[in-house]
């Protein structure tokens, strides 16, 4: 039974590179459809991993170090160089060359990743204006509540230096004071203090609302980010996706290929 191509990378210690392949989208594929087509791993291997990227030099010919080009060219070249072959199977070259339909490989691939990546991009949307809507109603709300409770506190202290001025005045028209200059000190300082305490009020009711509004801001920054970073992320993750698609497509091709010529050859 013949080894695979994973099979052959680990008994001769190259499980690195093997590592090295998967971690390039379509590598895997490319060097198993060049491994199966040539038999030869150091092939696979140096179309795939091959001048660390780039073009990558076969033949007479320098091709874009992508899957699909790969996988044709190779073919191809397996094709030209190992099967010296006339009649039917000539006849099958000339009638059905390979190539490979790349726009329609990708319209295929995209078809079926695209409802993925739509699904999650609406997921990620839906919590983003969820913690959005909920940020701008907390602090509404915040907002909302300190003004209330300012406005009542201010009410409150009104009411009570009143209520102490009209003491004041009653006890010192009591003790017959109340044209003195006396009474008019002390209603002047507790005026003052009054004015003092609501200016404080109102101050402290400013500081919270304006903090109210930077974290609202901040956060807005935040998800605006958050936002743009994961566009990014999906926009790469959906590019190598249908990629890694699109090289596998090819694979199947062009095993399929070879197993049709394999099949005339025998019959020859």
């Known amino acids: 039974m013949a080894k695979s191509f994973d099979q052959v990378l680990a008994e001769t210690g190259r499980q690195n590179l093997l590592d090295e392949i998967r971690s390039r989208p379509g590598g895997i594929e490319q060097a198993i459809s060049i491994f199966n087509a040539t038999g030869s791993v150091d092939q696979a291997i140096n179309n795939v991993l091959g001048g660390g990227g780039g073009n990558v030099p076969i033949g007479n010919q320098e091709i874009a170090n992508n899957p699909v080009d790969a996988i044709m060219n190779q073919v191809q070249q397996v094709i030209d160089e190992q099967l010296k072959i006339s009649g039917q199977a000539s006849q099958f070259l000339k009638d059905n060359p390979f190539a490979i339909d790349e726009e329609l490989a990708r319209k295929s691939a995209e078809e079926r990743l695209d409802p993925f990546f739509q699904a999650e991009l609406d997921d990620f949307t839906e919590g983003i204006n969820l913690q959005r809507q909920r940020s ?98 999906q926009k790469a993750a959906r590019e190598t996706a249908v990629q890694t698609d699109v090289a596998r497509q090819a694979t199947e091709q062009a095993e399929n290929r070879r197993l049709e010529l394999a099949q005339i050859i025998g019959e020859q």
């Open 136 to 233: 701008e109603e907390d602090e509404s709300r915040l907002q909302q509540e300190l003004t209330t409770s300012t406005d009542t506190l201010i009410g409150r202290s009104r009411r009570r230096f009143q209520q102490a001025l009209q003491a004041s005045k009653e006890g010192f028209a009591g003790a017959g004071l109340f044209l003195s200059g006396r009474r008019e000190r002390a209603e002047g300082t507790a005026a003052v203090e009054q004015q003092e305490s609501e200016q404080d009020l109102a101050r402290r009711k400013g500081l919270g609302i304006e903090e109210s509004k930077t974290r609202q801001t901040r956060l807005k920054q935040d998800i605006g980010l958050r936002e743009r970073t994961f566009g990014r992320q």
